[in-house]
């Protein structure tokens, strides 16, 4: 059993990481979506930068700067931007049950890039997450899904594909390298938008300011360092279930923080996307059988 200090870890965590989603909402109508992205991803960091010499992490080797390039701009710069551009209009607790369903783009990637095997229960869960996922897109808009809430889709499909392509850097860095590459790689990546949102920038008030601050430094950096430890020290189950904790403690934070009712449907469309991704990622019968051997 792992230490309770491991657990607080990634409970800490998903705290960390649920708040994010009405954070967003705080910053991102007075910083703008460039705005927001800029400052979140340059205070990451740069608290990041500051900490790897204490915390062991080393530079990349050259030729994996592509893969980190990659990983940099679906994980962080188009994942920000999108999801900030969704969150004007989208709830904070709406997008947070969206972006949950990531996993099964992941599965999916996985299956095409890597030879995976796709059994009756990764299809049977893929389907059942996708129908909650549906449920929770139209719970607000009727049929038609607005073209916030496709854009949360969009930011869902690239934190997706975000997490299988870091499987080969981190066969070689730990976790936290790699997020402190793609942070880095990603705040690179955002310099050239930023004219476009300096404006917003310069006028902006000191509460948003303060929200950028605090998705920078918290959800962001000491997010990502808190779950590089726990997922060190934790089983693969507990630490992959610890995440399905994120949109009910996301919509929770928005309904105390912004006020925010989440609608029956979309509470019951949630609830969905969470069995369906468990039975994703539930362990075929072949790998339960290499486990006991």
Not at 32 to 57: E, H, Y
Request: overall charge positive; glycine content about 8%.
């Amino acid at each position: 059993m792992a230490p309770p200090r491991v657990l607080l870890s990634g409970l800490a965590v998903v705290v960390l990481w649920a708040s994010a989603f009405p954070a967003i909402q705080v910053a991102a109508p007075q910083l703008g979506v460039v705005g927001l992205s800029f400052a979140r991803l340059v205070v990451a960091a740069l608290a990041l930068l500051a900490v790897s010499p204490f915390l062991g992490v080393r530079l990349p080797r050259p030729r994996d700067l592509p893969l980190i390039v990659a990983c940099a701009f679906f994980g962080m710069t188009a994942y920000q931007l999108l999801l900030n551009w969704g969150e004007l209009e989208v709830p904070a607790g709406t997008a947070s049950i969206i972006v949950a369903a990531a996993p099964l783009v992941s599965a999916a990637i996985a299956v095409a890039a890597f030879g995976e095997s796709l059994g009756v229960l990764k299809v049977v869960g893929s389907l059942v997450a996708i129908g909650g996922v549906l449920l929770v897109c139209l719970a607000r808009s009727g049929l038609s899904v607005s073209a916030s809430v496709w854009i949360v889709v969009g930011a869902m499909v690239v934190q997706g594909i975000y997490h299988p392509l870091t499987r080969p850097l981190l066969k070689r860095y730990s976790g936290l390298e790699v997020a402190t590459y793609a942070m880095v790689a990603g705040t690179v990546m955002t310099l050239p938008f930023v004219p476009l949102g300096w404006a917003a920038i310069v006028a902006s008030d000191t509460p948003s300011r303060f929200a950028a601050l605090y998705l920078g430094l918290f959800p962001s950096a000491l997010g990502f360092v808190l779950w590089g430890y726990a997922v060190a020290h934790l089983p693969v189950v507990t630490s992959t279930s610890l995440l399905y904790l994120v949109p009910p403690v996301a919509v929770l934070i928005a309904f105390v923080w912004l006020g925010e009712i989440p609608t029956l449907t979309e509470l019951i469309g949630g609830a969905i996307v969470i069995v369906g991704v468990l039975i994703v990622r539930a362990p075929s019968t072949r790998a339960r059988r290499a486990a006991s051997t």
